[in-house]
């Protein structure tokens, strides 16, 4: 089946730098992928949706400049958490649609993200 | 208004036995989807079911059956034969809107099998 891989799994990082989150796409071509944070016991919030060569939308309360996504491939999306304070920290999900079925939505394992 | 309601935040169920997880939505579009993921600790969302606004009929993968009431506005997620396993979060979800890309999530359900 569709598999979808994120890095790093976990990451650690000070408070003031920037991480960068990978999301692929291994076995198909995503035209778009989406980008969910998980605070502990709650919900997948929608971050952003990202279309191959466009500018990602962003949901409403979520600040593009700190929260930058580039969807560069058909099978790569990346999530850069800038200037990263704690209350970023949280588990970061992506998702990919894949081009030939758009019924399913093939999600990564995830990022947990804790800033110091 | 919430897209998506689950309504209960924890159910616990015998081994063996079915247990039905309820999820409401609320949509004016006519072409959605619905489907229903499971998150157990590790995180991994894992894909189980599947409904879509047009099919006919229920949605069946495996021990996972969709009972969709259309009218209802209902889309409940039936498990046959509880195993230790299924011990985790649920979480219902609907996408609508051109491309299916408008995506909503509902609260979720923890679900505790109990031997």
């Known amino acids: 089946g569709a598999v979808v891989s994120q890095h790093p799994s976990r990451v650690i990082c000070k408070s003031g730098t920037s991480v960068k989150i990978e999301c692929r796409s291994l076995?198909?071509?995503?035209?778009?992928m989406f980008w969910y944070r998980q605070f502990p016991k709650q919900s997948l919030m929608l971050m952003a949706t990202?279309?191959?060569?466009?500018?990602?939308?962003?949901e409403q309360g979520v600040e593009k400049d700190k929260f930058l996504i580039n969807h560069a491939s058909l099978t790569l999306s990346t999530l850069t958490v800038t200037s990263a304070h704690p209350e970023d920290s949280s588990f970061y999900i992506c998702?990919?649609?894949?081009?030939?079925?758009?019924?399913?939505?093939?999600f990564g394992p995830g990022t947990r993200l804790t800033v110091l | 208004a919430q897209k998506i309601t689950q309504t209960q935040p924890g159910m616990f169920v015998q081994e063996k036995e079915a247990v039905t997880l309820d999820c409401t939505y609320d949509t004016s579009d006519p072409s959605y989807g619905l489907f229903w993921y499971k998150q157990p600790s590790s995180g991994e969302m894992i894909f189980l079911i599947y409904?879509?606004?047009?099919?006919?009929q229920n949605a069946t993968e495996g021990r996972y059956s969709l009972n969709f009431q259309k009218a209802r506005k209902s889309a409940n997620l039936v498990i046959s034969a509880s195993q230790l396993g299924d011990s985790a979060m649920y979480f219902c979800a609907m996408r609508e809107g051109p491309g299916y890309q408008k995506v909503t999530f509902g609260t979720g359900t923890k679900l505790q099998v109990i031997p």
């Open positions: 076995d198909f071509q995503a035209t778009t």
């Open positions: 409904q879509g606004s047009y099919d006919q």
């Open positions: 990202s279309n191959e060569g466009s500018k990602a939308t962003y």
């Open positions: 998702s990919a649609l894949s081009r030939d079925r758009v019924d399913t939505q093939y």
